[in-house]
């Protein structure tokens, strides 16, 4: 009898009209709206510019069945709204059977709901509350063609939208986000920018459940989903922060992958803006050396940061020693995988963020290898991006050892570029040696050597370059 009394009475809301605006009108006081309902609609609820006299505890909104249980299963109530920091902001809901933000599977039944504001649980100090109410469907804007600008028009308050796209079982997609336009403004967002939330963009499959995790994505931000389950029909869904409106640019994109062939062709790469790459090779062997060439770097637009690149295991851990960040090394680069354990490795491409298109070489190569004989010259060639060299020789413990280095050349510009020389003891890996070469200084003493067996000398170009030169060993 209690809630009869203070309940006022039902107002129909109906999807895609026009907002409701409600104020109670003494303390206690209760509001229901109606709206009717088809199964497996799609439905966002809005509380815009929610007052309170007298208090700032939350608001519930409860959206029940016909049978009067809620709308989401198990739950006590629907969602909450705190007061509003300005008219223009609001608090929203996705309308769903299941309480799991990853299940967006719409309404369960086609019938008349019941939405009921209630006044906030020993709250006797709020006397009154107001705000309008928006019912919205979700905007289907329409199917997305890789690599292809979508448009999201304005959404209405607490709307939001979805795209569709052709999924192949196995590949995996993303997307990239520009041109957010989002009103209000959040306060947490990045400095000068509009956002949409960290409950922003998910994929859901034809069944209405999450494919992905729900991702914030904002103007310099692209989002990468696993592996598509199965070919289908997927959904990008929308959710504006807070039931924000606003407008943005989205594009779908598909990972570019593929097996890279150690001392084959490089493999040239033309990523769109945001676009990740991933090309593999393998180690049959522990122990075995493989360098990885970064060259022919153009970025859109000139001078900005184009990717990060890393060199990873099947388990996804970053291989150690290899520096993943090609942005501050210009336009050419290499990175090291020495002593690889057997494995399958992957070179990982991803953009720093998605407002730069880029383009690049790979090249994956083992080492050129060979013996020094003392006092005779060794002509080294190595003629890959990328590429190193090893060359061994045999020593005596307390002897002394002299590297000349001549004729240094490097390619193919600069042509007078220094390169790292570095010498490993016998049975191990780390160097115990490490110097600077270039084309004006070239001798280097290993004094005293410190033990008796095979050396190796490593002959690096730290940004990838090819290069040429005389060795000789001598003792001295």
């Known amino acids: ?108 039944l086609t019938a008349t709901y019941s939405v009921l504001i209630k006044a906030p649980v020993n709250s006797s100090s709020i006397t009154s509350m107001g705000g309008k109410l928006w019912l919205s469907n979700d905007l289907v804007v329409g199917t997305m063609a890789l690599d292809t600008d979508v448009n999201i028009p304005p959404l209405r308050v607490g709307q939001n939208a979805r795209l569709l796209f052709s999924g192949t079982g196995g590949q995996r997609y993303g997307l990239s986000i520009s041109n957010v336009s989002l009103t209000p403004v959040e306060p947490n967002g990045p400095a000068g920018t509009s956002i949409w939330s960290s409950a922003g963009v998910m994929v859901t499959v034809p069944n209405g459940g999450g494919l992905s995790g729900a991702t914030e994505l904002n103007n310099v931000r692209s989002y990468e989903w696993p592996p598509m389950p199965a070919t289908d029909l997927y959904t990008v869904l929308v959710d504006p922060l807070n039931g924000s409106s606003g407008t943005a640019q989205m594009r779908l994109w598909q990972t570019l992958s593929g097996v890279i062939s150690v001392d084959g062709p490089s493999v040239p790469l033309t990523l769109i803006k945001g676009q990740v790459a991933r090309y593999s090779f393998a180690v049959s062997n522990a122990g075995q050396n493989r360098g990885i060439g970064i060259s022919n770097v153009a970025v859109t637009p000139a001078g900005a940061t184009p990717a990060t690149i890393s060199l990873l295991r099947s388990n996804g851990t970053s291989v150690t020693g290899v520096g ?17 354990p057997a494995d399958t490795y992957t070179l990982e491409v991803v953009p720093q963020n998605n407002s730069t298109s880029s383009s690049l070489d790979l090249t994956v190569s083992t080492d050129v290898v060979g013996e020094l004989v003392l006092n ?20 005596t413990a307390g002897q002394n050892r002299r590297l000349t280095v001549t004729g240094l050349t490097t390619g193919p510009s600069p042509t007078n570029a220094a390169i790292d020389v570095k010498v490993t003891q016998p049975n191990e890996t780390t160097q115990s040696y490490s110097a600077s070469v270039n084309p ?17 000398i490593w002959f690096d170009q730290p940004t990838g370059l090819t290069f040429n030169l005389s060795a000789t060993l001598t003792q001295y």
């Open 440 to 456: 004006s200084s070239g001798i280097l003493n290993f004094a005293n050597l410190p033990a008796t067996g095979t050396y190796t």
């Open 376 to 395: 005779t010259a060794y002509p080294l060639s190595v003629n890959r991006r990328g590429q190193d060299a090893r060359l061994t020789f045999s020593g």
């Open 1 to 108: 009898m209690a809630l009869t009394a203070n309940l006022r009475s039902a107002l129909e809301l109906v999807p895609d009209g026009a907002e409701r605006v409600f104020a109670t009108t003494f303390q206690g006081q209760a509001i229901r709206y109606y709206f009717t309902g088809v199964a497996g609609q799609h439905l966002g609820l809005a509380l815009q510019g929610h007052t309170q006299t007298g208090g700032s505890h939350t608001t519930g909104i409860d959206i029940r069945r016909p049978d009067w249980n809620h709308l989401l299963d198990g739950a006590t109530s629907s969602f909450a709204c705190a007061p509003a920091p300005s008219a223009a902001h609001s608090c929203a809901a996705n309308l769903n059977r299941s309480s799991n933000t990853a299940t967006h599977s719409g309404l369960p």
């Open 324 to 340: 993943p960040n090609l942005g501050l090394l210009g336009t050419a680069y290499m990175l090291n995988g020495s002593n690889l």
